[in-house]
């Protein structure tokens, strides 16, 4: 899955995604980035930076996040109410993925109606 990594300022999610696609020599395509009001994310980005609001509003519409392997909250520390509300349902997320993924580890259901649900890490 992708990697997301949240800042607080849309300043910084741009100029954070600009510089690990230079220091790694990746293409843009595969380091993207979402603001409100301008997102660079493509089907084949694997890193996205983003603010807090924006992976809020992806909770919204998909709570379990499933298309995130890794979740970073960078400058976590500064405290905003997006980041004290994301670290919140960011806590309740992360164990519902292990515990659904253990459900499915141990029935062994491999069947193409339910999509592999992979443990969520949060650093």
């Not at 020599?25 to 603001?35: E, K, R, T």
């Not at 994310?41 to 609001?53: A, H, L, P, Y």
Request: proline content about 4%; glycine content about 4%; charged content about 25%.
């Amino acid at each position: 899955g992708m990697i997301g990594i949240t800042e607080p300022r849309r300043v910084a999610a741009v100029s954070m995604a600009s510089r690990v696609k230079e220091e790694l020599n990746l293409p843009d395509s595969l380091v993207s980035y979402q603001i409100r009001y301008d997102s660079h994310v493509s089907s084949e980005t694997q890193i996205k930076f983003m603010t807090d609001g924006i992976l809020l509003r992806e909770i919204q519409s998909d709570f379990l996040l499933n298309k995130y392997s890794a979740i970073i909250i960078d400058e976590a520390h500064e405290r905003r109410l997006n980041t004290d509300i994301l670290l919140g349902l960011l806590s309740r997320i992360v164990p519902l993925r292990l515990s659904l993924f253990n459900e499915q580890k141990e029935s062994g259901d491999k069947s193409k109606e339910s999509p592999i649900i992979s443990p969520l890490k949060l650093i």
